[in-house]
Nanobody, 126 residues
Framework: QVQLVESGGGSVETGGSLRLSCAAS????????MAWFRQAPGTEREGVAF???????RYADSVKGRFTISKDNAKNTLYLQMNRLKPEDTAIYYC????????????????????WGQGTQVTVSL
């Protein structure tokens, strides 16, 4: 049984930082594609950051230069370091995994991902 469990969300002020973690069980984070998505109220879920098996990382334009995706294969955990947070980053953040799509060089949409975590809330205040 595959489980992805996010943690690390919370409330911060503008300019602050958070690090999200996604602990995987029944699945290896060294898969073809791991990603972070987010969804704010009334909006569609959007891809934030992607990392391929080989470590190729891609980011949404809105977070480029502020967020960093990484994975620790030994701990079987995916991370998202979020710096210089803005109120528009407020959303529920989800970890996602695709065992069959190699995302090196592109950013797959939600339908390419098989496994999802339950989400963790990130709130950024002024």
């Amino acid at each position: 049984q595959v489980q992805l469990v996010e943690s690390g969300g919370g409330s911060v002020e503008t300019g602050g930082s958070l690090r999200l973690s996604c602990a995987a069980s029944g699945y290896t984070v060294n898969s073809d594609c791991m990603a972070w998505f987010r969804q704010a109220p009334g909006t569609e879920r959007e891809g934030v950051a992607f990392i391929s098996r080989g470590g190729d990382a891609r980011y949404a334009d809105s977070v480029k230069g502020r967020f960093t995706i990484s994975k620790d294969n030994a701990k079987n955990t995916l991370y998202l370091q979020m710096n210089r947070l803005k109120p528009e980053d407020t959303a529920i953040y989800y970890c996602a995994a695709s065992p069959s799509v190699n995302c090196a060089g592109w950013s797959p949409a939600t339908n390419y991902f098989t496994y999802w975590g339950q989400g963790t809330q990130v709130t950024v205040s002024l």
